[in-house]
């Protein structure tokens, strides 16, 4: 539990699912936006997931009358609009932070990220989104990943496959590596599981609560993802004691070491040695997934990101 608790009303939004769940672990509440119909940004707490009774609904039209103590941006459009469209001018001027979950999509290492205020707290999942934004005269923090997974599922590894887990993986191509996965298909065993993952002949989605104890039985976790965040699904799979194999760019080259929680290289053909490898040899799978449990555990648990997260609101509101 977090030290020096006072409680918190925060407004935010629905922009990722796993992440908001994880982020409603720290003890404020939180109140999310929703409209008519749950379309994307608005969802509120649907879903699966067991929210707690500190998470809270809120219709568009509320919010300009509603008490908070915090404002969380999680989007551009909430940013750009929402803060004018919803918020009283009040509520504009409260203390505020925007999570930025992704690294720039247009130029790589000279955008200009779209907050631009020294009294908004701009706040990065990884250390290499905030290397690669320039954030300008906004402060910035990082708040690395936390996560939750079953207490009774762990790896076992029986599946003589590999695991990929990639939302729209056709639809958002090269970035997201839909070419690195057809490639390393034809050659290792792989299935992929996401939405409309069909379309590349893939398992399709598995549902949130379900995804840690369907992957546990895969031999490894590949991710040929070559431009994003650090994945959740990722953290994820190393917390149950899965071993990842992946393309060594991004927050993941500071993750996984070869041979101790995975592998990764810039080469396809030594994943797919390696993946090949660790097929035929499921005690060194095992190995290595014991070492991404240990990394996972050590850097990535609920309890830290909670207390970073509790910490960084209290100061802002201070």
């Given at each position: 539990?977090p ?38 940004g ?82 990065h ?78 398992i399709?989605e ?14 490894f ?58 097929l ?39």
């Amino acid at each position: 539990m977090p030290r020096n608790c006072r409680r918190l009303r925060v407004l935010t939004w629905h922009v990722h699912g796993n992440y908001l769940y994880y982020l409603t672990q720290t003890p404020h509440d939180f109140y999310v936006v929703t409209k008519p119909g749950n379309p994307p940004g608005y969802a509120g707490k649907v879903g699966v997931l067991p929210w707690d009774d500190n998470v809270h609904e809120i219709s568009a039209d509320e919010v300009a009358n509603a008490q908070f103590d915090v404002v969380l941006y999680q989007h551009k459009s909430h940013w750009e609009t929402d803060r004018e469209q919803l918020l009283s001018p009040a509520q504009q001027r409260m203390p505020r932070v925007y999570i930025e979950h992704d690294p720039p999509q247009e130029i790589p290492f000279q955008q200009m990220h779209w907050v631009e205020d020294p009294h908004t707290l701009l706040v990065h999942v990884t250390h290499f989104n905030r290397l690669m934004w320039d954030s300008g005269v906004t402060p910035t923090r990082v708040i690395e990943h936390g996560v939750v997974v079953p207490h009774n599922v762990r790896y076992s590894g029986e599946l003589e496959r590999g695991i990929v887990v990639v939302n729209h993986l056709a639809q958002r191509g090269r970035r997201l590596g839909a070419d690195v996965f057809t490639e390393a298909r034809t050659r290792v065993p792989l299935d992929l599981v996401g939405m409309d993952a069909e379309r590349l002949g893939g398992i399709g989605e598995i549902g949130n609560l379900d995804l840690a104890a369907f992957s546990a039985r895969y031999r490894f976790f590949f991710n040929p993802i070559r431009w994003t965040s650090l994945g959740l699904a990722i953290v994820e799979a190393m917390t149950i004691g899965m071993p990842i194999i992946g393309l060594a760019t991004t927050e993941l080259a500071t993750v996984i070491r070869n041979g101790e929680n995975g592998f990764i290289h810039t080469d396809v053909d030594a994943l797919v040695d390696i993946m090949t490898s660790l097929l035929r040899n499921p005690a060194e799978a095992r190995r290595l997934g014991e070492g991404a449990r240990r990394t996972a555990l050590e850097r990535f648990h609920i309890d830290r990101f909670a207390q970073d997260w509790h910490d960084t609101l209290l100061q802002v509101t201070a």
